[in-house]
């Protein structure tokens, strides 16, 4: 029986470009795809379905937001990086390369467009971001979570394909879960997710939000907020002020569940 072929994902930095890229593995591999991955040097333990697969580790760097000094450096990084994934990508000869955007995915991107690999990308949001406008007249699809995406250039809106946003296997699990019973006197959960880097507005909206309500009924709330490192202290004064219960951590491996067992749900993404 002949093998199914190989395909490669290129992924790294936040959750954001990270777990779509998670999700798609999932499913590639119960359908019986090999896989492999290939990320930045400098990017974090691998967790899920991405901790199974061979992994490999190319230079890269963001160059958005930084000084002369350090733009070229980064460019210097992903030039770097793109030979290292050219090499890799001749060794292990993948059908297909697909990214999901970020500074982590270009250099193994440029490597596919210059090895003539066939290769797409995944915009997870309702704007194409710079890393996968850079790549967009590279590939030969464009995949989207949205049906009207931004900043796509007129040149490669005819590879725009709609697939929607790849979710997790954990996540597709608990979707069924019947919303929690609330009785009169029982606590109410609420989740506060900024994505994976959490949302500094969220630590300072949210507690002044619940100052405002009634103190018998904020006795009866518990919160658990993911919270950037910088806010963690603040957050954690602000409910003990307000005498809610409360969880704070800058990151959640259990989100899932979390939001299943919430009455509310605060959140956004990015």
Same mark, same amino acid.
């Given at each position: 029986?002949?093998?199914?072929?190989?395909?490669?994902?290129?992924?790294?930095?936040?959750? %954001?470009?990270?777990?779509?890229?998670?999700?798609?593995? @999932?499913? *590639? +591999?119960?359908?019986?795809?090999? !896989? #492999?991955?290939?990320?930045?040097?400098?990017?974090?333990?691998?967790?899920?379905?991405?901790?199974?697969?061979?992994?490999?580790?190319?230079?890269?760097?963001?160059?958005?937001?930084?000084?002369?000094?350090?733009?070229?450096?980064?460019?210097?990084?992903?030039i770097i990086g793109t030979l290292q994934a050219w090499f890799l990508l001749r060794r292990l000869k993948p059908a297909v390369v697909v990214g999901f955007g970020g500074y982590a995915s270009v250099p193994t991107m440029l490597?596919?467009?210059?090895? %003539?690999?066939?290769?797409?990308?995944?915009?997870?949001? @309702?704007? *194409? +971001?710079?890393?996968?406008?850079? !790549? #967009?007249?590279?590939?030969?699809?464009?995949?989207?979570?949205?049906?009207?995406?931004?900043?796509?250039?007129?040149?490669?809106?005819?590879?725009?394909?709609?697939?929607?946003?790849?979710?997790?296997?954990?996540?597709?699990?608990?979707?069924?879960?019947?919303?929690?019973?609330?009785?009169?006197?029982?606590?109410?959960?609420?989740?506060v997710f900024g994505g994976s880097q959490g949302a500094h507005i969220f630590s300072t909206v949210v507690p002044a939000a619940l100052r405002l309500v009634d103190v018998n009924l904020r006795q009866r709330i518990a919160v658990t907020q993911q919270s950037r490192a910088e806010d963690v202290e603040q957050v954690q004064a602000a409910y003990r002020d307000l005498g809610v219960e409360a969880t704070i951590s800058t990151f959640f491996d259990d989100v899932p569940n979390r939001i299943a067992d919430a009455h509310i749900v605060i959140c956004r993404s990015g």
């Open positions: 029986m002949m093998a199914k072929p190989l395909v490669v994902l290129a992924a790294g930095g936040t959750g %954001g470009h990270v777990f779509p890229a998670e999700a798609l593995a @999932a499913e *590639l +591999g119960n359908r019986g795809y090999r !896989l #492999a991955l290939v990320t930045d040097r400098r990017g974090g333990n691998l967790k899920g379905r991405l901790a199974e697969l061979e992994t490999h580790r190319v230079r890269a760097g963001g160059i958005a937001g930084k000084g002369l000094v350090a733009r070229i450096f980064s460019a210097v990084e992903i490597a596919a467009a210059y090895s %003539g690999t066939k290769a797409a990308i995944h915009e997870q949001n @309702a704007v *194409l +971001g710079r890393a996968n406008r850079l !790549l #967009a007249s590279r590939v030969e699809k464009i995949a989207t979570s949205f049906e009207k995406v931004l900043a796509i250039p007129e040149t490669s809106k005819s590879n725009v394909i709609t697939t929607g946003m790849p979710v997790r296997p954990q996540v597709t699990l608990v979707r069924d879960r019947t919303y929690p019973n609330l009785k009169a006197e029982d606590t109410i959960n609420i989740a």
